[in-house]
């Protein structure tokens, strides 16, 4: 990141001037940086108002000066001289223990003390590179020799010692390791060629050649030098900092006489030079012409060439041995719930890059398309429930190598540093989360963030991807879908969606696909666990796996050797076996302590995340051996996925022309599968998709659903729901084909696709006589009348955050549409022959029309703004404005029995009991009466079906309008309503809390809760059960006990009807 701190900065050009000394001394003083005329004994502050300055070092010949802050965990840079501008950049974000500027190949070199690494970057903080990462412990001081290209540095860990390398981090050697043990000031004498160090636990000063040996001793003993910190050398005298004796000290660089108290009283000294153009003897810079060759870093070096050219972290040098890759050529993508973690593999540092995007929220799996260098990944959250991408293209990188900020395409890359000290939860995204709440923990210390975002290209609500596969071939995207218990495809970019699998699917979780030989695997974690394959257009269903197996998580395929591998989370094992299922075998057994999640496979290892161990970890593939921890101390690990950008493995016949698809190009063992997005269906050519002719669903009394043409005579096809035999009223969400209906004989509501997949019971229970049902295609919501307790009752499509709408001075209601548009609800009361209107979310009630007898077959013209309905008493058809304006009679001869009424463009539709017909006639004046279908017995319903039926918006579609569980249109807005019986917050609106105080009750079938103050009417929790007697409640669990009389067994469940369960498991 990129600061600008104004600071008191002094010409030190113009002090100096004045000053006749020939010695000037440097140092930090946390507070401020000061520089002291030796032979004056004068000092004065260089810069002022710091924070906790630690270590500093000087460009004499630019006037640079350059410190670290040890609180804010950065390098600043600054020019002395007044005229070129007096503001502190910082340059870099990290802890520093110690730090030294290459006043030849312009280069800033560091120790950090938390990541207990060496590190370089440019001047301007740019191309920071790790040097030094293993066998090191407590690094401390550093210096630098780039005339002869070594680099020198303290560590005072475990093991002490003094090391060396070459400044680009080669011939590394120990040069001192015995008679130290906190060894901490280092310097460098340039002219005679020594090393001085001071060691403050066994307080003395001793001097050696630059390869450790001919060590001498300068001075000794607690008395001369209690607590030494750093130290210097100019000419015959060495200077260093105590921290006992507050102050600088000075003696004789040989024998440690004329020991002399230099400047005392100082607080809180720390780093100390000699600021002298002798102490930056002048030298050739192989690194002047062309940067070295270098596309990069160019280090100085002790070799021939005096110089060696460096990439940034985690960026691979080539062959050439000048030029740097284009970014990470070997990478892992790692999802982490509140962020992803790109994490190279071409170096051997595994430093992770952070990739934030704004509504990273609950990340659960990730994939990556090496075609086009996009990411893809999955957020679990309730309100960013969807599958997002992003780019990830190698500018980039380079971007970073060369700017502070940096826009690229859709990316901003940016660097921060560590976080060492207690994160401030409330702010910022997800900081609590990334770090680990309430810790105080020094975490990524090198951080780079690249800030992403993300494009939503498939999302719904309720919709919960757990695994993510993409077919980098045929451009499509695959997904295992939690909510609904589906595996569903796409193209890349969101569209063609359709459903492949949702039949005996239980917990279906990690997904990986073969496009070559046509396949995906997916793991099944469900109560029967197992591994399972298709065809990917999901033919050929096999269980591979279903013994002896868990928690099966991740999957991934290893394509050369034609293996699956995959990650148990209750076995804790990691197992591998060819892709029809044999040979079978244990690859690691990791023991107890773990919690496999994701795995993906590269090269020769199997890589995974452990949400126990906080850790990404690999282990060869081929024998279990090699075990190696990437990354540890990583909170909220989830999916991830190894990529080798420069491999493209197989093709097939989509690949060219889509394989001749016009949509979905689904590849199998067989050969090209073309496939239709829901809502559209496959010609006679079976390639193309074509969007099919709007139908009429007809509801047969215990004989389920019809499809009817709209024309005389046409088709009637039956539709294969066999749950839906019962089905008294349906709706429909068009967009996706899926239909609602209720069921007076089970008295509940349930759902599922057009051809019959997907079914699920949405209300079970709670319910006494369903008449109508209304889709809100908008929103997401289902309205229903209840005739049996006189309400009007709204929830989710999966059946969550139900509650009474309206239920005060309610008399039978029956027939029910809605208007999501314009916010508004209409219905009809069987025993009052009254039509009323309200805003959706129940507010402001009015009666809009009004018959003779009773009334039923509300259906809205969207089109031209009306409402229609059936008198069956009067056998009348009548018309009227949506606010009951203009009514008017359209048909009354030739109907005898009429029920079921439907509109679609210039006609409206009824079945007549009596004639056992379906008829038509003109919206606007009736005529053009006809009767186009025959031998309709028990028709108890009809609606049109057609895409062009449900169209606009309103304030609810984008993110639930921002509610936490219902957002219900009204005019001009939306309202945000809870679940019943809770209350939305005071403070957000759009957040609803438990009630605090309530009354449960048990019935013989249902288990209620009834509020104190009865504003509202009991609530029926979605809790299956029979014979129940006494009943027990754990508030803080949110879990209801209960005795099962009939089964004479304890039962238990969460008051949302999810895990029911025996808490004891024998019979009462």
Request: glycine share 8%; proline share 3%; aromatic share 10%.
């Amino acid at each position: 990141m990129y600061f600008l701190t104004i600071l008191n900065v002094v010409n030190l050009s113009v002090f100096l001037s004045f000053a006749t000394a020939e010695t000037y001394l440097l140092y930090a003083n946390r507070i401020d940086i000061r520089l002291l005329d030796v032979e004056s004994d004068n000092s004065r502050s260089v810069i002022s108002n710091l924070e906790d300055a630690t270590a500093v070092d000087f460009i004499y010949d630019e006037q640079y000066l350059f410190w670290a802050d040890y609180s804010r965990n950065t390098i600043t840079r600054t020019s002395l001289n007044v005229s070129q501008g007096n503001s502190g950049e910082d340059i870099i974000s990290s802890t520093v223990e110690g730090l030294a500027a290459d006043w030849i190949g312009r280069n800033i070199y560091w120790t950090d003390g938390e990541s207990r690494q060496i590190k370089v970057a440019n001047f301007d903080g740019s191309l920071k590179k790790v040097l030094i990462l293993d066998d090191i412990d407590k690094p401390r001081a550093i210096v630098l020799d780039p005339v002869n290209g070594y680099m020198y540095w303290t560590d005072w860990g475990e093991v002490p010692k003094i090391e060396r390398a070459g400044m680009d981090g080669t011939r590394r050697s120990v040069i001192i390791d015995d008679n130290v043990e906190w060894p901490n000031g280092l310097t460098i004498d340039y002219e005679e060629s020594r090393l001085f160090f001071a060691d403050a636990k066994r307080a003395f000063i001793h001097s050696c050649d630059f390869d450790g040996s001919n060590r001498l001793s300068v001075i000794e003993g607690a008395d001369s030098i209690p607590h030494s910190y750093a130290l210097t050398v100019f000419a015959d005298t060495v200077y260093w900092t105590d921290w006992k004796e507050s102050g600088i000290i000075s003696c004789n660089k040989y024998d440690g006489s004329r020991r002399t108290v230099v400047e005392d009283n100082i607080s809180s000294v720390m780093d100390i030079r000699v600021y002298s153009a002798e102490r930056q003897p002048s030298s050739f810079n192989p690194c002047t012409v062309n940067n070295g060759g270098c596309s990069h870093l160019c280090l100085m070096a002790p070799n021939e060439f005096h110089h060696s050219c460096a990439c940034p972290t985690g960026v691979l040098l080539l062959e050439d041995q000048l030029t740097c890759a284009d970014g990470p050529q070997e990478f892992l993508l790692v999802a982490r719930r509140v962020d992803i973690r790109q994490i190279s593999l071409d170096t051997p540092e595994f430093i992770d890059v952070v990739i934030e995007d704004k509504e990273l929220v609950n990340v659960i799996a990730v994939d990556y398309d090496p075609v086009d260098g996009v990411m893809y990944w999955t957020d679990d959250e309730y309100k960013y429930k969807s599958i997002r991408r992003a780019k990830l293209d190698d500018s980039g990188w380079s971007c970073v190598q060369t700017l502070h900020i940096c826009m690229v395409r859709d990316l901003v890359h940016y660097l921060i540093g560590v976080w060492d000290r207690p994160v401030d939860t409330d702010h910022g995204p997800g900081l609590g989360a990334l770090f680990g709440e309430g810790r105080n923990q020094s975490y990524a210390l090198l951080r780079l963030y690249i800030f992403i975002d993300g494009e939503v290209i498939v999302q719904d609500d309720p919709f919960n991807a757990d695994g993510i596969a993409v077919d980098w071939v045929a451009r499509n995207l695959y997904w295992t879908e939690a909510g609904s218990d589906t595996i569903g495809v796409s193209r890349l970019n969101g569209s063609s969606r359709c459903v492949l699998i949702d039949e005996n699917l239980n917990e279906p979780r990690g997904i990986a696909i073969d496009p070559k030989n046509g396949y995906m695997y997916w793991t099944d974690w469900g109560e029967n666990a197992r591994i399972e394959r298709a065809a990917l257009d999901g033919s050929d269903r096999e269980v591979l796996i279903d013994t002896s197996i868990g928690w099966p998580n991740g999957i991934a395929i290893d394509y050369e050797q034609q293996r699956i591998c995959w990650g148990d989370a209750k076995t804790d094992m990691i197992e591998c076996a060819d892709v029809d299922g044999r040979n079978r075998e244990v690859l690691l057994d990791l023991g107890g302590g773990t919690h496999i999640f994701g795995i993906t496979l590269l090269g020769d290892y199997v890589y995974w995340t452990d949400w126990q161990r906080r850790s990404i970890e690999r282990v060869n593939k081929n024998n279990g051996a090699d075990r190696e921890i990437v990354i540890d101390s990583l909170p909220l690990l989830m999916g991830l996925k190894a990529i080798d950008v420069n491999q493209k493995l197989g093709t097939n016949a989509c690949s060219e022309n889509n394989g001749g698809c016009g949509n979905l190009c689904l590849y199998t063992p067989s050969g090209v599968v073309c496939k239709c997005p829901t809502g559209l269906e496959l010609h006679a050519d079976k390639k193309t998709c074509i969007e099919p002719l709007p139908m009429l669903v007809v509801v047969h009394q215990n004989s389920g659903l019809h499809l009817l043409g709209l024309e005389t005579n046409s088709s009637n096809v039956p539709i294969n729901i066999p749950e839906a035999d019962h089905a008294s009223a349906i709706d429909f969400e068009l967009e996706n084909d899926r239909i609602f209906w209720t069921s007076k004989k089970t008295k509940q509501i349930m759902t599922a696709f057009m051809d019959g997949s997907g079914y699920d019971v949405i209300i079970k229970n709670g319910i006494g006589f369903p008449e109508d049902i209304a889709v809100d295609w908008i929103a997401k919501n289902i309205y229903w009348t209840d005739s049996d307790k006189n309400c009007i009752e709204v929830a989710r499509f999966d059946g969550s955050s139900r509650r009474l709408l309206i239920w005060e001075y309610v008399e039978g209601p029956t027939s029910l549409t809605i208007d999501p548009v314009n916010g508004y609800i209409y219905w009809s009361e069987w025993s009052r022959s009254l039509i009323f209107r309200a805003h959706m979310d129940g507010a402001i009630r009015t009666i809009i029309a009004d018959s003779e007898g009773r009334i039923t077959g509300l259906t809205i013209d969207y089109q031209d703004g009306k409402l229609f309905w059936i008198d069956v008493d009067q056998r009348e058809i009548y018309s009227a404005y949506l606010d009951g304006s203009k009514k008017r009679i359209l048909a009354q001869s030739d109907i005898s029995s009429p029920f079921g009424l439907a509109q679609y463009n210039d006609f409206i539709y009824w079945d007549d009991a009596s004639s056992m017909t379906i008829k038509r006639a003109n919206k606007r004046d009736g005529a053009e009466h006809e009767t186009i279908h025959q031998n309709q017995d028990d028709v108890i319903d009809i609606k049109v079906f057609h895409k062009s039926l449900q169209t606009g918006t309103n304030m609810c579609s984008f993110d639930n309008g921002g509610c936490s569980d219902l957002c219900l249109a009204i005019p001009d807005g939306f309202r945000c309503q809870c679940e019943a019986h809770n209350t939305l917050d005071a403070d957000s609106r759009t957040s609803c809390s438990p009630p605090e105080e309530f009354i449960l009750f048990s019935q013989r079938e249902s288990l209620n809760r009834v509020l104190f103050d009865f504003e509202e009417p009991a609530y029926t929790f979605p809790i299956n059960t029979i014979g129940i007697s006494d009943i027990g409640y754990d508030y803080n669990a949110g879990i209801i006990f209960w005795i099962n009389r009939k089964k004479k067994i304890i039962q238990q469940s969460r008051i949302n009807g999810s895990e029911l369960s025996l808490p004891f498991q024998h019979a009462l």
